[in-house]
T-cell receptor
Framework: AQSVAQPEDQVKVAEGNPLTVKCTYS??????LFWYVQYPNRGLQFLLK??????LVKGSYGFEAEFNKSQTSFHLKKPSALVSDSALYFC???????????FGTGTRLQVFP | DTGVSQNPRHKITKRGQNVTFRCDPI?????LYWYRQTLGQGPEFLTY????????KSRLLSDRFSAERPKGSFSTLEIQRTEQGDSAMYLC????????????FGPGTRLLVL
């Protein structure tokens, strides 16, 4: 069965420091991978995606993610965290043979001043 | 370009009652998805439509759940004889043709079954 894992329930980082939110996937074939962010009582907001091509993907609000096929990972990164980045982050994956996204359980990012 | 909208945003109902939620996708998006999200979990796929055709339903979608998209535009999700276990956030998303296309999510409808 295909799956997406986010091994950390919570990540805490100081404002101005780099942040990483981890994601690993088990998706057959060539995966499509997405990152979404969710603020309290809101829907999911798209950040970035990897479909094909350059392994480093740049997205909204200064976020980027690196697709690593050998490690089956798609970690989300940002060079300098902001307090306003504090939210719940979801990694999701799919492939050409599936018509839906599989989501991870989410990672709560807390950026403290 | 307006985003995906969902109504109502909140619904409180008593066990055994029927509820219906509505989703209006981004105009010209062919695909419309329904997900359910419970506390501490990521969204779980329920069903999706391509235009008016319902192409896949999850095993999570019991017989008490039904979804429609009659004219290929808005969609409704009905839950009959609600149970307390149905309490969750119901999310709708839309996208253009393919699974690789970005799904844009609505704000969700939070259901509480008493």
């Amino acid at each position: 069965a295909q799956s997406v894992a986010q091994p950390e329930d919570q990540v805490k980082v100081a404002e101005g420091n780099p942040l990483t939110v981890k994601c690993t996937y088990s998706v057959s074939g060539n995966p499509y991978l997405f990152w979404y962010v969710q603020y309290p009582n809101r829907g999911l907001q798209f950040l970035l995606k990897y479909i094909t091509g350059d392994n480093l993907v740049k997205g909204s609000y200064g976020f980027e993610a690196e697709f690593n096929k050998s490690q089956t990972s798609f970690h989300l990164k940002k060079p300098s965290a902001l307090v306003s980045d504090s939210a719940l982050y979801f990694c999701a994956g799919g492939n050409y043979n599936t018509d839906k996204l599989i989501f991870g359980t989410g990672t709560r990012l807390q950026v403290f001043p | 370009d307006t985003g995906v909208s969902q109504n109502p945003r909140h619904k409180i109902t008593k066990r055994g009652q029927n509820v219906t939620f509505r989703c209006d996708p981004i105009s010209e998006h062919n695909r419309l998805y329904w997900y359910r999200q419970t506390l501490g979990q990521g969204p779980e796929f329920l069903t999706y439509f391509q235009n008016e055709a319902q192409l896949e339903k999850s095993r999570l979608l019991s017989d008490r759940f039904s979804a429609e998209r009659p004219k290929g535009s808005f969609s409704t999700l009905e839950i009959q004889r609600t149970e307390q276990g149905d309490s969750a956030m119901y999310l709708c998303a839309s996208s253009s043709w393919d699974v690789q296309e970005t799904q844009y999510f609505g704000p969700g409808t939070r259901l509480l079954v008493l």
